[in-house]
Nanobody, 121 residues
Framework: QVQLVESGGGLVQPGGSLRLSCAAS????????MGWYRQAPGKERELVAG???????NYADSVKGRFTISRDNTKNTVYLQMNSLKLEDTAVYYC???????????????WGQGTQVTVSS
């Protein structure tokens, strides 16, 4: 069984910063792409940022230049550094991991439980 545990959400004022972490554990043989998504009330879940196992990056246009995704492959952990936060960044943030499970011998995608980020003055 593989689990993703997220941390780092909270309440921050506009212009502030937060750093999200997502640690994957369990029967992971290899970790492929990891990413962060968010879902605001009444809206669909959207990609915020993604990072491949090689380190290739992609960002939503709305966060380019403000957010930075990174990963520590030794810890199967992905991070999201969020700077210059805006009111419209308020959402539940979810991490996503694409991995090979050595117990069931297959490729799977798993989501974290979500962490709330609220930007408010």
């Amino acid at each position: 069984q593989v689990q993703l545990v997220e941390s780092g959400g909270g309440l921050v004022q506009p212009g502030g910063s937060l750093r999200l972490s997502c640690a994957a554990s369990g029967s992971i043989f290899s970790m492929n792409a990891m990413g962060w998504y968010r879902q605001a009330p009444g809206k669909e879940r959207e990609l915020v940022a993604g990072i491949t196992s090689r380190g290739d990056l992609n960002y939503a246009d709305s966060v380019k230049g403000r957010f930075t995704i990174s990963r520590d492959n030794t810890k199967n952990t992905v991070y999201l550094q969020m700077n210059s936060l805006k009111l419209e960044d308020t959402a539940v943030y979810y991490c996503k991991a694409d991995y090979w499970d050595y117990v069931v011998k297959g490729q799977f995608v798993r989501w974290g439980q979500g962490t709330q980020v609220t930007v408010s003055s």
